[in-house]
């Protein structure tokens, strides 16, 4: 069972957890940290935490509109097929991590301006494995950890995606094998993100990575799911071949809600530089324009793509580019 900032130990989260955030300055950002919300300077992971060790953390990365936490319980669902698949214990209720969640949020949003928003980020790992410091226990024997966290999303770093429209880069890295690491996993062992995003920072510092996979078929960026527009349809990649986004689940809906025509199929580079347009969905921007992809600019943004932003502005009733560019 979950547990509040300075409950008693076993003491339910609700009204006995509310208002004790009063323990610490309200200018300083709280993160809730193995059953306890602690200053999050204070936040941290042991050394000997299988996600250092290993890698081994499966992650979240969601976000408010006014304040408030948008598809929460589809990202909960996520995270626990994600932890079920990479086999990391997830022993909490959903119902317990949302209420974290939303005390997590509204504590923090109180020190923000009414017009920013919150990127609201949870993970969990195996926990400590004891052997490493000469203790008692082995990777998995532990309890798991568990993190929250947030911060203000940080506006300048989506700005040029919208003034100048996503600049995009296919590396040598290649994206995992599903063999590997199924691509339905949200985690951190992100290494080759890491060294695709550096290899295409030495060549381009607005760009982003773009990976393809084993044969040679795009899969997606670190940053969000990729699409392209062929002939008034979108086209997605096979959802088994890329994170299933939350976001690219949005932009489905609002497709159908559109009349506009999307479906998934698998395709290389040479047939996206043949697409009408492109474009990026991703949880922290809702959804971008690409304008060019290794060397072709592609009308930006076109007519299925600014569609698609408006009906995203509508949908969470914030105009979310005027956000981002007045932030």
Request: glycine content about 10%; overall charge positive; some cysteine.
């Amino acid at each position: 069972m979950l547990t509040g900032c300075h409950a008693p130990r076993g003491g339910r989260l609700g009204s006995r957890t509310r208002g004790r955030f009063q323990c610490w300055a309200m200018s300083a950002p709280l993160a809730y940290v193995q059953g306890r919300f602690v200053p999050q300077s204070e936040a941290r992971l042991p050394i000997h935490d299988a996600g250092v060790v290993y890698g081994a953390t499966v992650t979240e990365f969601c976000r408010t509109f006014r304040h408030r936490l948008f598809r929460l319980g589809d990202h909960l669902e996520r995270f626990r097929q994600g932890c079920a698949a990479a086999l990391v214990p997830c022993p909490w209720a959903e119902a317990d991590l949302a209420a974290v969640a939303a005390q997590l949020v509204e504590r923090n949003a109180a020190s923000i301006a009414a017009t920013d928003d919150l990127a609201l980020i949870f993970f969990a790992t195996p926990g400590p494995i004891g052997y490493l410091l000469g203790q008692p226990g082995a990777a998995g024997d532990g309890e798991p950890t568990l993190v929250m966290h947030t911060f203000p999303l940080p506006w300048v770093r989506y700005r040029r995606f919208f003034v100048e429209g996503v600049a995009l880069v296919v590396p040598p890295v290649r994206q995992l094998p599903a063999g590997c690491l199924e691509p339905r996993i949200k985690h951190r062992s992100r290494l080759h993100w890491w060294r695709a995003d550096q290899w295409v920072r030495r060549h381009d510092p607005k760009a982003l990575a773009l990976l393809l996979d084993g044969d040679g078929h795009v899969t997606e960026t670190a940053l969000a799911n990729f699409c392209i527009v062929r002939g008034g349809t979108v086209v997605s990649p096979p959802r088994d071949s890329i994170l299933d986004g939350i976001s690219l689940r949005v932009t489905a809906q609002l497709c159908r809600q559109l009349g506009i025509p999307m479906s998934e199929a698998p395709f290389t580079l040479p047939e996206c530089l043949r697409a009408d347009e492109a474009f990026l969905t991703g949880t922290a921007f809702c959804l971008a324009g690409v304008r060019w992809l290794n060397g072709r600019e592609f009308s930006w943004p076109g007519p299925v793509t600014q569609k698609l932003m408006e009906a995203w502005a509508g949908l969470v009733g914030l105009d979310y580019v005027a956000q981002i560019l007045g932030g």
